[in-house]
């Protein structure tokens, strides 16, 4: 224990001396310690004494790994992709130089420790004594074979080399679970030989995880997750406990400052899968091994992969990442006794398994028949149809969330929804994120908003890059505030209030006809926006800006309406969008007006990426205008392809705006104004920074107000109140 003391230390110091480099550059401190993430417990447990198999399942648990296959659909096709994967009749391969393409030695090693954990796997799935040989020296001369080649020659430290860390996280993952099931067939002499492998290279991975990754980051974690499997597997080794330890404070190091407290993951969606690939597999050896379960720790995890989805199931595109399945069916398991918000009765596994079963994988499965690649981003590393066929358990039974569809997360994040159906023509889903950046992988996106509807995606955010992390467009143009549907106060987007502080959420309403939230943020040179997002009726979405800038300035409301055509002029424009892989044939109508005297709207093109390589340019808005204290009002409304808007106008008194948006017999009518000053229109009067009324057959039937004291149409008092108030109600 003193010893994993003295390493935390150790770790602490040499990150805020990294974080001292950093701060020459962008003046200020990294402060990994002040977010609101979790840990889980540090102190290593392993078991009395080794037992084999035990990382997965037990020698007793084997017969019910092997009948699972016939137990449903699911379950056979997760047995057809791992008994007819290429990886358990490809020839061994030859060992690499320490001069060939980094591609050619990243594969080797990659397939050929996929090739020993499927290989090691099969052993437990036949009764065929002949079959069960062939696996055994198939296992056996893989793990023989672990780290031949150059990989100690190689620094992982080198960027982009063929074993970045973040590979041997999954290498040693899958040699430690090949080993666990081939291990009871083992002579004494091939245990030794295969054992000193392993041994070596959980000690070269101990000393060196820090070196490699000083920082908290996926590339710390990865690792840290694949070293505590295998020191699992080797729990007699001597040196076990000491490896656990390291694996156990780097992992805390990553999700105590990538994750927030309820879940969220601040790299992106992306990187969430991407590190899903090792904790999962982890956490589940480690609750296997030493009963140590982990899983309630990552419960918030499992809890936002639900809350963040789509309307078609995917983790949105913000941050570095494209779109993302959520593999929450992998987890479910874990979760057969759990609790959650996401429902009234039902355990968290149900809400997992039906989150997966309602995923539309359309997108992903063109991309991999596109490229061969699956959407993990470790395909040549990771075993995900045998993972899936491993976690899946076909007695849990799918369940639909039947808590508010709309879900305000303390992180920063809000999902506004209408149902939790996923890919259903009726379905509207706005997410509006407000989550204190961390210092890997960020876009400029405060306060920016996606929108999918009609099962299409609509608003978007520009998405991570065109194909990879080192391209120039990344940086120069996809994490730039001008691709993310922020208001730019003099082309800059709001900031945190303070380093991993998130910006402020409030005026919180969640009723079943009306939704509401207002976030705000502070720019760095001065000023503040504040946002609100109104889900009137459910249906459609307003979002109304106050920008106060003290010094004067140029704010700018930008819009990407997703990947389609564009047109419409003056405050109008419509996006179409053609049936794609994202989603069928639809509709965006917006309309944009702003309180400044020289407010204008104008056309713009920019980049969009949703999946690797499928980018395109597609046409944005910019509307903007200049002062101290200015209003912007968008109103977006999806629709069915071909269908029609609802007739949208606007007047304007100085820096008060009324926009009245017509449907049918219903008429909403919406105030912004910065602060909440006497308003006097024909049809509305209020004092509050924001109202909305809605009146069904010239009758009003719901209102909703921020900071009002009053409310009145031309016929009615709908409100008075001696202090302020924001509420919202149906009459
Ligand atoms: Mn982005």
């Given at each position: 224990m003193i010893n994993l003391h003295i390493k935390s230390i150790f770790a602490v110091v040499f990150g805020l001396f990294l974080a001292s480099a950093v701060q020459a550059q962008d003046k200020v401190e990294v402060d990994y310690e002040s977010y609101s993430g979790f840990t889980c417990d540090p102190v290593p447990k392993l078991p009395a004494k080794e037992v084999h198999p035990s990382l997965w399942f037990t020698a007793d648990q084997a017969a019910a790994m092997r009948v699972k296959k016939d137990q449903d659909e699911q379950a056979a096709g997760l047995w057809k992709q791992v008994s007819e994967s290429q990886f358990l009749i490809m020839d061994l391969m030859p060992e690499p130089t320490i001069n060939d393409d980094k591609k050619v030695v990243h594969q080797y090693y990659g397939y050929m420790a996929q090739a020993a954990k499927y290989s090691g796997f099969m052993i437990w799935m036949t009764e065929d004594e002949t079959e069960k040989q062939k696996f055994i020296d198939r296992t056996v001369a893989l793990l023989e074979r672990a780290y031949d080649g150059p990989v100690y020659e190689l620094d992982p430290k080198e960027k982009s080399g063929p074993t970045d860390e973040i590979y041997l996280g999954t290498w040693i993952q899958n040699y430690a679970a090949a080993y666990d099931w081939v291990q009871p067939f083992l002579t004494q002499e091939q245990d030794k030989a295969i054992r000193a492998r392993l041994v070596k290279q959980c000690d070269y991975l101990s000393k060196n995880i820090y070196r490699w990754t000083s920082r908290p980051h996926n590339h710390l974690s990865k690792p840290a997750w694949g070293l505590g499997s295998c020191a699992l597997a080797l729990s007699d080794e001597r040196d076990a406990i000491n490896w656990l330890g390291v694996a156990l404070n780097a992992a805390n190091e990553n999700t105590k400052y990538f994750f927030s407290a309820d879940g969220i993951y601040r790299e992106g969606s992306h990187y969430l899968g991407f590190s899903w690939t090792n904790f999962l597999p982890f956490m589940i050896n480690y609750k296997n091994v030493s009963g140590v379960n982990q899983f309630e720790d990552f419960k918030p995890v499992m809890e936002w992969g639900v809350a963040v989805r789509n309307s078609n199931g995917w983790l949105p595109n913000?941050?570095?990442?494209?779109i993302r399945p959520f593999p929450g069916h992998m987890a479910a398991a874990m979760y057969k006794d759990t609790q959650t918000f996401l429902h009234s009765s039902a355990p968290l596994s149900e809400i997992l398994m039906w989150a997966w079963n309602t995923t539309d994988m359309k997108p992903f499965e063109a991309y991999t028949e596109r490229t061969t690649y699956n959407w993990t981003g470790a395909t040549w590393d990771y075993t995900l149809p045998l993972d899936e066929y491993l976690t899946y358990d076909p007695t849990i039974k799918p369940t639909m969330p039947d808590s508010s569809p709309t879900v305000f997360l303390e992180g920063g994040q809000s999902m506004f929804r209408n149902t939790w159906k996923t890919s259903a023509p009726e379905g509207r889903y706005l997410l509006f994120q407000g989550v204190a950046e961390a210092d890997n992988h960020e876009h400029y996106e405060h306060l920016s908003f996606i929108i999918s509807a009609e099962a299409q995606m609509m608003a978007s955010d520009g998405g991570y890059t065109r194909k990879s992390y080192g391209e120039k467009m990344r940086t120069q143009?996809?994490?730039?505030?001008?691709?993310?549907?922020v208001v730019t106060l003099n082309g800059e987007a709001p900031v945190d209030p303070a380093q991993n502080v998130t910006p402020v959420s409030r005026h919180r309403i969640n009723t079943d006809f009306f939704d509401f939230e207002e976030k705000e943020a502070p720019y760095a040179s001065g000023g503040k926006l504040r946002r609100a997002i109104a889900f009137a009726g459910e249906s459609y979405f307003v979002v109304a800006d106050i920008v106060s800038a003290p010094k004067g300035g140029e704010a700018t409301a930008i819009l990407h309406g997703g990947r389609g055509t564009m047109e419409g002029d003056e405050n109008y424009r419509v996006w179409n969008y053609e049936a794609d892989t994202y989603g069928p044939a639809a509709r965006l109508h917006v309309w944009t007006f702003g309180s400044a005297d020289d407010f204008k709207i104008e056309d713009a093109e920019g980049e969009l990426t949703y999946l690797k390589g499928d980018f395109a340019v597609f046409p944005y808005t910019k509307a903007s205008g200049n002062g101290t204290e200015q209003v912007i009002l968008q109103v977006l409304v999806p629709s069915a392809q071909g269908k029609g808007g609802p007739e949208v106008s606007s007047v304007k008194q100085g820096n008060q705006i009324l926009v009245t948006v017509k449907d049918g017999d219903i008429t909403d009518t919406y105030l912004l104004q910065p602060s909440p000053a006497p308003a006097e229109f024909d049809t509305l009067k209020s004092d509050a920074t924001f109202a909305w009324v809605r009146e069904e057959g010239g009758k009003v039937s719901k209102f909703a107000v921020r900071e009002a004291t009053n409310l009145k149409t031309n016929r009615t008092v709908l409100m008075e109140s001696a202090e302020a108030k924001t509420e919202a109600k149906a009459r």
């Open positions: 913000i941050e570095d990442s494209f143009w996809y994490k730039q505030a001008v691709a993310h549907n």
